[in-house]
């Protein structure tokens, strides 16, 4: 066995991540969006590509361009992405799920464009449920002895903390309902985080090993995530 590079921690691993923001349609010029620049997704896609992985990327309406040297695919709503990630995720040894997807969409798609009405003065947009792409990846994987989904599976979480809840509890609560073996929590507020260059993340394993804690560019938070995911998918080996 040839000896580990140790500035390229990923050589030889495949890593997807999804990155951005679906969008789910109302009519054919309407959607419901959110405020997803796609920058911090770009960022890891990046640092794990530098790292020496084979970089899967999964792009949802991305503000920015993707980073050469990766293999792209697209995908517009909730739906797609769910298929999109599925397809991408399979054979990877490690997900990153930084992709904001939807929880609901518009529960009708209208073929045309919806007009307003003299005799509806206030309309109503009823919504449902979009899966839970993390979660569902997850337990496809664990229901199977010989799943080729990754080992190593990393969410991500946007918290602001409630008079009650800090954002950590939150995210420690969230890592344990997903089921996902690490989970980045960012602290989010209105100027905060989306659109920015900057992060303040807290990185929580399910294996119990001490939380990292980091502040600083988007590529540096990439950095310290790919470093924190390299140390980890060491472990998981067999
Ligand atoms: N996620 C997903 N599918 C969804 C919603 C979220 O895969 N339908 C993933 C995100 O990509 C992220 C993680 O789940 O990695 C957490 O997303 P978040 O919106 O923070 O979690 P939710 O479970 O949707 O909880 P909340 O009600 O706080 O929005
Ligand atoms: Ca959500």
């Not at 054919?28 to 960022?43: D, H």
């Not at 896609?45 to 980073?67: E, K, L, N, S, Y």
Request: charged share 25%.
């Amino acid at each position: 066995e040839s000896s580990p590079d140790a500035a390229r921690p990923l050589e030889g691993r495949i890593v997807t991540i999804s990155a951005g923001g679906t969008r789910e349609p109302l009519d054919p010029v309407r959607f419901l969006g959110n405020r997803s620049s796609g920058r911090q997704g770009v960022a890891i896609a990046q640092a794990a590509r530098d790292a020496g992985a084979d970089v899967r990327f999964v792009a949802a309406h991305m503000d920015i361009p993707t980073p050469d040297g990766v293999i792209l695919t697209t995908a517009s709503t909730a739906l797609e992405l769910r298929d999109a990630v599925f397809e991408a995720a399979r054979g990877a040894d490690i997900l990153i799920m930084n992709a904001a997807v939807a929880d609901f969409r518009p529960s009708e798609y209208a073929d045309t464009k919806i007009k307003k009405k003299d005799d509806v003065a206030d309309p109503v947009i009823h919504l449902v449920r979009n899966p839970d792409i993390l979660a569902e990846v997850v337990a496809e994987r664990n229901a199977n002895d010989f799943s080729t989904l990754p080992p190593l599976i990393v969410g991500f979480a946007a918290e602001t903390g409630d008079a009650e809840t800090s954002v950590v509890e939150h995210g420690a609560a969230k890592l344990a309902r997903k089921g996902c073996e690490m989970l980045v929590v960012n602290q989010v507020g209105s100027s905060l985080v989306f659109g920015q260059d900057t992060n303040s993340v807290t990185i929580l394993s399910a294996d119990g090993t001490q939380p990292v804690e980091f502040s600083g560019t988007k590529t540096s938070v990439a950095q310290v995530l790919i470093e924190t995911i390299a140390a980890r998918v060491d472990s998981l080996d067999k």
